[in-house]
């Protein structure tokens, strides 16, 4: 989702100050009273001072979405990211904020039309400026919260919902990320430590003239979901709001560092809580597991498909087959 750079209150005011002393000297240029010029000048800077905020605060607001129009999956993902409420009130505060600055401009320009010298017009553009830092400077909570909001936004998982879609699960740790490079291509990031996923991640694979999204979801914890934290509601989110097939994956290995017995009881929490969705369990690593870790595991989850880095399982293939029943 696109949400262009918020700059920050003072970032902001420096912005509106210079660029309104080049309007002014430009919009008073052809003045040929030095007088009229100069006091013309203080009011054209005070009303572009105040255009250049205002714009910029209306358009903080205009950027960000309405949540009750976003679909339900981006809109439970802010909701676990963000206090929408929260959200709604800083947006309100901005808009609020520049119309305040917007009419104490119009009273000090007022006031400088009735017959203000020179000086005079200098003393209210500068009280304009220091009303206009303090506002700004009070509002600077809300822009700072506004800046991080929009760091969610924009990380928002751009989907086609009209694809057909394979959702890997599982714990942390046990190659989900490792298993989107290889039926994707893709290149995300892969470390030997939990969570390395925080977000929700897609790449996309073609099957017999099928495009396919594959979504890699944050690991979850065998815990209730009250007991989750944000990066493991994503998973559950995307779980919930995106129809396909699960794809879990199990590490017989335990090299994840998260016992068998945890596994394969997430792994029936999600078939139960999911039912209806296709449904395949993928034991990885598979290459570096002994013949006996192979075994318990498969005997434990049921059926199930292997995968490994250094073997061709055509895993792809039957990963599709489930999915599109060809």
């Known amino acids: 989702m696109k949400i262009d750079y918020i700059q920050g209150s003072e970032e902001l005011l420096d912005n509106a100050l210079g660029k309104a002393a080049k309007q002014a ?19 054209a800077k005070i009303r572009f001072t105040a255009e250049y905020l205002y714009e910029r605060f209306s358009k903080i607001v205009r950027m960000f979405p309405t949540i009750e129009e976003m679909h ?7 909701s676990v990211s ?21 009419n104490i401009a119009a009273t000090q320009i007022r006031k400088i039309r009735k017959n203000a010298s020179k000086k005079d017009a200098i003393a209210m553009k500068n009280q304009f400026i220091a009303r206009a830092a303090s506002m700004l400077k009070r509002a600077s909570p809300s822009i700072e919260f506004l800046r991080a909001a929009r760091k969610e936004f924009i990380e928002l998982p751009e989907l086609d919902f009209s694809l057909p879609a394979i959702l890997v699960a599982g714990f942390p740790n046990v190659g989900k990320t490792t298993l989107l490079k290889r039926l994707t291509g893709s290149e995300p990031e892969i470390a030997p430590y939990p969570f390395t996923t925080k977000g929700i991640k897609v790449g996309h694979m073609e099957y017999k003239f099928h495009e396919i ?8 914890l065998d815990r209730e979901y009250e007991k989750r934290n944000p990066v493991e509601k994503k998973a559950i989110s995307a779980l919930k709001h995106v129809a396909g097939m699960v794809l879990f994956v199990v590490d017989p290995t335990l090299s994840c560092g998260y016992p068998l017995k945890e596994q394969v ?3 029936k929490e999600i078939k139960s809580n999911f039912k209806g969705r296709k449904f395949l369990v993928v034991l990885n690593k598979s290459d570096i597991a002994s013949e006996d870790e192979m075994k318990l595991a498969a005997k434990l989850v ?3 498909v292997v995968s490994g880095e250094t073997e061709k399982t055509g895993l792809k293939e039957q990963v599709a087959k489930v999915l599109i029943g060809k």
């Not at 339900?72 to 802010?78: A, S, W, Y």
């Open 82 to 102: 963000l206090d929408v409420k929260t959200l709604r009130e800083n947006l309100g505060h901005m808009q609020k904020t520049g119309s305040l600055i917007k």
């Open 265 to 267: 009881s997430l792994m």
């Open 72 to 78: 339900p999956f981006h809109k439970e993902l802010i």
């Open 213 to 220: 999204l594959v979504i890699d979801t944050p690991g979850l």
């Open 302 to 304: 049921g059926s199930c």
């Open 25 to 43: 000297s430009k919009s008073t240029a052809a003045i040929r009273s030095a007088n009229i010029r100069a006091i013309s000048k203080e009011k």
